[in-house]
């Protein structure tokens, strides 16, 4: 099956820095890849939609500027988390839907997550 | 806008009886998709069942199974013979069928229900 690869799993940064999470696709090509975030015991929450070679569509509320992402090549998008603070400090996941989507019959493919903790 | 609700926040049931999760949505769309996705502790998220909105068999995948319903926007999730391992949260989600291959295909997640499989 399609593999997503999601690196790092957890990370702990100091207030004020900044922080990458990458995301990969290992067996497919993948022109759309979302960003996720979930807070303790709640739901996944759509925070932008990256796509290969234009800029990424955040969702409403979500700051651009302060998450970052750059989707680089067909197999590779990043979340920056540019001067993190503790309200920044969540789980973060990507998915993935593969280019030949239709043969796939159309699923996303999600990492398995990255926690951050911004002390 | 779509939405997506689970009013089930918790669910318990004994370990090789029958559970069903709840979910009902509300879109305008009439070509979408719904989806039961399943977050164990690992927090990794594992596809269990997914429906096409045009079809009108319900899906099964061996123990899992739905119960569509699309005049009524409810789509149930129904486990048997529970196992111990079915022990996560479980999340129902939404996503529209672009018309178009560069649209996004956006995926909307209910609450959550948290489904404990008792020994």
């Known amino acids: 099956g399609a593999v997503v690869s999601q690196h790092p799993s957890w990370v702990i940064c100091k207030s004020g820095t900044s922080v990458k999470i990458e995301c990969r696709s290992l067996?497919?090509?993948?022109?759309?890849m979302f960003w996720y975030r979930q807070f303790p015991k709640q739901s996944l929450m759509l925070m932008a939609t990256?796509?290969?070679?234009?800029?990424?569509?955040?969702e409403q509320g979500v700051e651009k500027d302060k998450f970052l992402i750059n989707h680089a090549s067909l197999t590779l998008s990043t979340l920056t988390v540019t001067s993190a603070h503790p309200e920044d400090s969540s789980f973060y996941i990507c998915?993935?839907?593969?280019?030949?989507?239709?043969?796939?019959?159309?699923?996303?493919?999600f990492g398995s997550g990255t926690q951050l903790s911004v002390l | 806008a779509q939405t997506v609700t689970q009013s089930q926040p918790e669910m318990s049931v004994q370990e090789a009886e029958t559970v069903t999760l709840s979910c009902t949505y509300d879109?305008?769309?009439?070509?979408?998709?719904l989806f039961w996705y399943k977050q164990p502790p690992s927090r990794q998220m594992i596809l269990v069942i997914r429906?096409?909105?045009?079809?009108?068999q319900n899906a099964t995948e061996n123990r899992f199974s739905v119960n569509f319903q699309k005049a009524a926007k409810s789509f149930s999730l129904k486990i048997s013979d529970s196992q111990l391992g079915d022990t996560a949260m479980y999340f129902c989600?939404?996503?529209?069928?672009?018309?178009?291959?560069?649209?996004?295909?956006?995926?909307?997640f209910g609450s959550g229900t948290r489904l404990l499989v008792r020994p």
């Open positions: 998915s993935a839907l593969p280019d030949r989507h239709l043969a796939t019959n159309e699923k996303l493919f």
């Open positions: 067996d497919f090509q993948a022109t759309t």
């Open positions: 990256s796509n290969e070679g234009s800029k990424a569509t955040y």
């Open positions: 879109t305008s769309e009439s070509n979408y998709y």
């Open positions: 429906q096409e909105a045009y079809k009108q």
């Open positions: 989600a939404f996503m529209k069928r672009p018309l178009r291959m560069d649209s996004s295909y956006k995926l909307i």
